[in-house]
């Protein structure tokens, strides 16, 4: 049985069921751990049609445990997309209308390279030789994947969490490629407790002894155990205490009165345990330390001399910041801060603040305001690019 | 090395270095999982003497991690103890003057009776043969330990977090016992995103092969590992975000530059793993299992119809009540709708709501605001109960 799942995700990181661009030696990833990774490749997505002048594009960045599959089947859980409520024909982000592109980040497990993929050095997965992956990184990569397409600006970048932070980088590093962007409860920084809450994810991760030092793959095991406590304590922070209280309270599982063992009496321990245990069957374990590292070591400012004014200097990118007021993984104080920041770079912004209990998860539910904030900014951006508008 | 410090620990919780009451088959603990404990055993500490009249005594309740070692150096660690800071001759809690009592919780693992002591029925440890102890249970052994010592009303009962929680239980139970009573960071019940961090802790150790379903004593093994995975989510919740940053913000460990590796990078991230690999020396796996259990039971309403107020039904004891407004693992808001049901009630209450950073660990700190509310409530009690004043 693990055999079986260790055999399909590591076809999965080769073989995706999505479309592939490889690249070859002679278009190798500049990384910024310092080397070149070489060949590599990125699998994507794509929903609607890229229109005559290539200008309708929209760039989907997903967050740390996310992937292509945006709108349309998740082909491991058999699961809706993780933003099919937003995108589709006829939705808010309408691929009547817009070319949707989403591509699994460099790093991850769904066909793009990972630690998972197989290694040409070795003929066995990287695993741990893979280097250190960045937000920086995994743009350049999708730099590479839209030259590939032909598209010379994206009409919009978007994305939550990790993705919001690809988003920042895009309208940083490329602002000529980027019209309009669209990060949402993210920061241009990973704070100390956000590191510190991806420390025990990893520190869980290595301490299973199923993980051999990250060479489980070609051992045929899988460090399930610490992936789903990993997974458990990230969990956590994704909700807030508010709407905790709201689903769970100290409700009991199926039973009138507590066990009095350990067994996961209240309702929320078997909520977590079933988050945990589904995690592992859709995630490679080393992906999660590579995408953890990745968003530990995002600081933007950092970048540019410690003056994230300066990451923006001279942008005509225009944007809109949303956050969410229950969200204490990305509180509305780091989308502020960089709200200031493009003030000061006389950037076009604005900012909406949600109000919601539903916490950092905000981003990925059926949640109106979001919607109707998304859908007013890229009204507002169509008609200043001169795309046609419902 | 491991052998070693697992028969140390054995050894520690059948005989400590510290007076221990004994009570025999004719002096059951009567526990709230429906069985009885016995033989059992309480080890403490007390500081300064009993007077004359035995009405200067101070029970001090510990949390989840401490221990009896509240006013004097502790045999495990060799550090001071844990509340030296406010406990000693001349100090606010001034042993000059008061009979100080602080015992380990039944469930602990430095002396009193729990899943490391030997079950006499199998002459091996209780492992998780031991029932599952409440808060009620520590309290109930606590008034067994107060009637051996002769103590007919306590002049004050004190305890942050965990503590707090007995020493709500403590005025709960036997009001006519306590003559005043100091619940420090604590809430009437357990939250559900509290319970969801105890489960993440609770999963790493038994997801530790080492765990051997609770039997690692016996077999000369720790688990280490899931254990300080445990410590190092749970210590992310004693403190704040602002804590964090002031503290470690993405400052970097001993090096100018990210290696892009998994090593601690950041000092936050090197922070984190001392405190779990320090935690796994001096704390026993299986007692962190049984002593989160008993926070996650905790709801003192649910014991009284869930009405709160008929907790402190008729009470004559006086309250004062202490919270840390950056506290999110009991936030103020848990301590004021304690105060709300002792006014209810009829109570003498007043309630400190103290400005800091510090976050929950602020209890244990040198904290001027808090010395000084627990110095005046202590002052204006001793007055009342015909105490000599300083």
Known sequence: MVALRVNKSHSEADQPSSPVVRFEADQPLKLDAGTLLSPFQVAYQTYGDLNADKSNAILVCHALTGDQHVA?????????GWWQVLI???????TDRFFVICANVIGGCLGSTGPASTDPATGKPYALNLPVITIRDMVRAQLMLIDHLGIDQLFCVIGGSMGGMQVLEWASSYPERVFSALPIATGARHSSQNIAFHEVGRQSVMADPEWLGGDYLVAGRRPEKGLAVARMAAHITYL?????HRKFGRNLQDRDRPTFGFDADFQIESYLRHQGMTFV??????????LTRAMDYFDLAADHGGRLVEAFAGTKTRFCLVSFTSDWLFPTEESRSVVHALNAAGASVSFVEIETDR??????LDEPELFAAIDGFLRSAARAKGLAVR
Do not use: M, Q, W
């Not at 589709?88 to 309408?94: A, C, F, L, M």
């Not at 069957?281 to 590579?290: E, H, Q, T, V």
């Open 240 to 244: 807030s205490e508010a709407a905790l």
């Open 72 to 80: 349309s089947p998740n082909p491991v859980t058999g699961k809706p």
């Open 88 to 94: 589709g024909p006829g939705k808010v982000i309408d």
């Open 359 to 364: 916490g950092h998860d905000a981003f990925l």
């Open 281 to 290: 069957d859709r995630f490679d374990a080393n992906s999660y330390l590579y």
